[in-house]
């Protein structure tokens, strides 16, 4: 039976953190994701879990110690925004190379400079490439959901999973939620066993090797295989987790694609606006649809273009910025997926939100108007949302 609470995100992941128990947090306070462990560090005081809480002196050191928590055969869990992501980046890499399955909260938020405490997904998106399986939740609830599910991910895949939510937008906001009991989530994932690990007696092992050219490669493959193996466990486990909580959704969720002519593609908190400039919309007749992606690593490449390859023309709404002079990072990997169809759709790239800009349903009517009257789609990478001296 499903308990019905209100909850902000934060409070929500806490609490998940709270039912799965893991065996090791180490964190460090960083805007706005500090009430996570501040949440969780209340429950340990009021002896609701059995939990080594270590209140280390940086990010930096949250990260190493779940790698050494990890690779002795604990459970380890850690929550992170920002800077302090950034500043776990060497050992995100050593935790994935190392194939052991942390599980990390991470309260989206912009990576300076300069300085914003706002929303932004700069953080996660440079850390696209760090091995690590990225799941984003659009509500609290997903937040929630996604976090209970990452430990059987991370455990069946050998790979370590950031489970992502909008900054103050679902971390802070409270919202009506649907929580699992606690023996049913225990139930869910289980007793942690693993095969090999450095306190297993009688079977020494060594973790984090240094690692010389004849194995450096091989090590980086195998990730490769991990990653490329990873869609079934991901999949199945979603499936199982349905079953639970009458709430499922695998890679990404279709929201009124049946005989949609043009699509937004879009990450986290903000598809919830554009569903309703979708809903607007079809209230006029016009067809549009919207794909939100719940996990962008690995990448479900094959599977959307699948879904996308009829569409006429696609918006992909990145909240983050790469450089690259081609665009950001989420339309790179949707315009690589699309280029094998037959028939390619046109597709635009917006950048949007960025330090918390504000992204409203007006803004995402005029999107989809714009590919509905077929207007220049040249200009395939472009900013909304930001004030341009150039227009004066």
Partial sequence: ??????MSGNEAVAYAMKQVEPD??????????????????????????????????????????CMGAAASGARAT?????????????????????????????????????????????????ARDSGWIQ??????????????????????????????QDGFITSHGVSNIELLEDEVVKSFVGTYEPDNYMLKENSPMMAGPFATIPYYMEIKRAQAEAMNTSYNSIENIAKEFAKISGRGCSFFEEFMM?????????????????????????????????????????????????TLKNIKTISVMDKAESFSGMGGPLYSDIKNALYETDEKPSIINYIYGLGGRDIKVEDFISIFNDMLNGTDTKDTYRYIGVRDKRDE
């Fill in 1 to 6: 039976m499903s308990i019905k609470e209100r």
């Fill in 135 to 164: 799941l984003y939740s659009e509500s609290n609830q997903e937040a929630y959901d996604n976090y209970i599910q990452a430990y059987s991910i991370a455990e069946a895949t050998r790979l370590p999973v950031m489970v992502c």
């Fill in 24 to 65: 090791v947090m180490a964190a460090f306070p960083i805007t706005p994701s500090t009430e996570i462990p501040q949440y969780f560090s209340k429950y340990l005081a009021d002896g609701q879990v059995d939990t080594e809480f270590i209140a280390v002196e940086s990010e930096h050191s949250a990260m190493s110690a």
């Fill in 258 to 306: 049946e005989d949609a002519d043009c699509a937004i593609v879009i990450l986290s908190s903000s598809a919830g606006t554009a569903k309703e400039a979708v809903k607007s919309l079809r209230q006029e007749g016009k067809r549009v649809g919207l794909i939100k992606l719940r996990v962008f690593r690995p990448f479900p490449g094959k599977i959307i273009a699948d």
């Fill in 78 to 126: 850690t929550a992170t925004s920002s800077a302090g992501l950034a500043y776990m980046w060497e050992i995100l890499y050593v935790v994935s190379a190392s194939r052991l399955p942390v599980v990390m909260a991470v309260v989206n938020r912009a990576l300076s400079g300069p300085i914003n405490i706002n929303n932004d997904h700069s953080d996660t998106m440079g």
